[in-house]
């Protein structure tokens, strides 16, 4: 994937496990003006989550593989500053642990090169069966397992 320039691994942190991506700013996500459009940034928070899913073994397509899909059901994004063509950012995703059967994920973006931060935001994604679309109310194994792997002292 060309868009990633660096990934690295933070040490887990209590009940947070935190992944940092860098991303160029592409001409095809900029307006006229050279400003990113505002909806980019809910992409770029899903890049952070794929990115996060790659480094940590928390893929997709491995809930998939389990019969599990995992919706957003919600998500914030607080702009701080505009980016434009060519920017280098820095994305910091952040999982954070619960015991309910649903992912949380924070996000800040920094312009790599100034170090200020560009946004920040949140997203909330359910576990439920892929076939039918049932809510999960108590998380699968492979996910205990995960968090035992993960976030264990």
């Known amino acids: 994937m060309e868009r990633l320039a660096i990934n690295k691994i933070i040490t887990p ?8 991506t860098e991303l160029e700013v592409k001409f ?9 459009w505002h ?15 790659n480094a940590y073994g928390l893929k997709y397509l491995d809930f998939y593989r389990s019969d599990i899909v995992v919706p957003l059901i919600k998500i914030d994004c607080n702009y701080k500053r505009i980016l434009r063509y060519g920017h280098k950012i820095r994305l ?3 999982y954070e642990d619960c015991a309910a059967a649903k992912l949380l994920f924070h ?3 920094y312009d790599a090169e100034t170090n200020e931060q560009v946004a920040t935001g949140s997203s909330m994604q359910v ?3 892929r076939d039918s ?3 999960m109310w108590t998380l699968p194994q492979f996910m205990i397992d995960w ?7």
Do not use: Q
Request: net charge negative; charged share 25%; proline share 2%.
């Open 13 to 20: 942190l209590k009940n947070t496990l935190t992944h940092i």
């Open 28 to 36: 095809s996500e900029a307006d006229p003006l050279g400003i990113v």
């Open 39 to 53: 909806g980019h940034f809910i992409r770029y928070f899903e890049d952070g989550r794929e990115a996060f899913g």
């Open 92 to 94: 910091e995703t952040t």
């Open 107 to 109: 996000y800040s973006i």
């Open 127 to 129: 576990f439920m069966h």
């Open 133 to 135: 679309l049932e809510l």
């Open 147 to 153: 968090k035992e792997k993960w976030l264990a002292d």
